[in-house]
T-cell receptor, first 114, second 118 residues
Framework: DQQVKQNSPSLSVQEGRISILNCDYT??????FLWYKKYPAEGPTFLIS?????DKNEDGRFTVFLNKSAKHLSLHIVPSQPGDSAVYFC?????????????FGAGTILRVKS | DSGVTQTPKHLITATGQRVTLRCSPR?????VYWYQQSLDQGLQFLIQ???????AKGNILERFSAQQFPDLHSELNLSSLELGDSALYFC?????????????????FGAGSRLTVL
């Protein structure tokens, strides 16, 4: 039962262009969403989050969009840089009373070509 | 350095054996989470502890167990190991009390322990 799905295993983008990573979820009880980035031989690091009361959150080059009716979120990176090449995980949580655990997608490998 | 320390970084063992993975959370964090990442899989939630008590359980096998000690470090015990247990095991920590209303809880991950079962 995959509650969080990242249907694109990989994405290749030219430096300077926009990278769009997508994520779908099935559990309507999820009320907060996060993106993590992971480099080889390192643990995932937090990138950006969004609460279900918002539809957009921006932090520098990174913007996350949330469409609750479609149960879809996306991460936009503009402009993409070679250092952005990593695995990106989408994660979702369903409220504090469930222990704050996050449900992760399988990840999307982003390659930014210079 | 995320502040979450996991040992060992790499571990190779045989089927049927038992191993213990250790995690020291970031200073000040009371919650510890264990995740498993198998090949080409996302991170699968195993178990969470808050201030020494188990708070949430995921798809953790009965052969696996965990605990959080008074000094807040945690151990994940894997026994009767099978080939399919080969994976990266991540520990993460957060400061949040599961009862808090702040929805922007962020987990800080360690670098992981890579377990290879031969």
């Amino acid at each position: 039962d995959q509650q969080v799905k990242q249907n694109s295993p990989s994405l290749s983008v030219q430096e300077g262009r926009i990278s769009i990573l997508n994520c779908d979820y099935t559990n309507s009880m999820f009320d907060y969403f996060l993106w993590y980035k992971k480099y080889p031989a390192e643990g995932p690091t937090f990138l950006i989050s969004i609460s279900s009361i918002k539809d957009k959150n921006e932090d520098g080059r990174f913007t996350v969009f949330l469409n609750k009716s479609a149960k879809h979120l996306s991460l936009h990176i503009v402009p993409s840089q070679p250092g952005d090449s990593a695995v990106y995980f989408c994660a979702a949580g369903e409220g504090m009373e469930y222990g704050n655990k996050l449900v992760f997608g399988a990840g999307t490998i982003l390659r930014v070509k210079s | 350095d995320s502040g979450v320390t996991q040992t060992p970084k790499h571990l190779i063992t045989a089927t049927g054996q038992r191993v213990t993975l250790r995690c020291s959370p970031r200073s000040g964090d009371l919650s510890v989470y264990w995740y498993q990442q198998s090949l080409d899989q996302g991170l699968q939630f195993l178990i969470q502890y808050y201030n020494g008590e188990e708070r949430a359980k995921g798809n953790i096998l009965e052969r696996f167990s965990a605990q959080q000690f008074p000094d807040l470090h945690s151990e994940l015990n894997l026994s009767s190991l099978e080939l399919g247990d080969s994976a990266l095991y991540f520990c993460a920590s957060s400061v949040a009390d599961p009862g808090q209303s702040d929805g922007a809880n962020v987990l800080t991950f360690g670098a992981g322990s890579r377990l290879t079962v031969l």
